[in-house]
Nanobody, 125 residues
Framework: QVQLVESGGRLVQAGGSLRLSCAAS????????MGWFRQAPGKEREFVGV????????YYVDSVKGRFTISRDNAKKMVYLQMNSLKPEDTAVYYC??????????????????WGQGTQVTVSS
């Protein structure tokens, strides 16, 4: 089992940068693919990106490609979401999630087995 806790969300101006962190517990963390999702007010939760178990493969939704980067440190059981060139439309609660499949080619909520509680990111214009 994997438990996840996100942190790092805050208010930031458009064009700014922010790094979210996701701390994991559980002995099998390093075998999981780790994804980031977000949910804006009044909208459904959407996929942002995913990194495979070893950290050498990632996949992003088109709207964040070139701006967001996911990385992980298996020794520290941490996953990061570096967000640059932030836009007001990036405002959302951001969630990290763990997928036991391990590869960075799945993006549906139901494919992820464990979820964090979320952290709020607000981008002001």
């Amino acid at each position: 089992q994997v438990q996840l806790v996100e942190s790092g969300g805050r208010l930031v101006q458009a064009g700014g940068s922010l790094r979210l962190s996701c701390a994991a517990s559980g002995r099998t963390f390093s075998s999981y693919a780790m994804g980031w999702f977000r949910q804006a007010p009044g909208k459904e939760r959407e996929f942002v990106g995913v990194i495979n178990w070893s950290g050498d493969s990632t996949y992003y939704v088109d709207s964040v490609k070139g701006r967001f980067t996911i990385s992980r440190d298996n020794a520290k059981k941490m996953v990061y979401l570096q967000m640059n060139s932030l836009k007001p439309e990036d405002t959302a609660v951001y969630y990290c999630a763990a997928d036991a499949y391990g590869q960075a080619d799945r993006s549906r909520e139901g494919e992820f087995h464990y979820w964090g509680q979320g952290t709020q990111v607000t981008v002001s214009s």
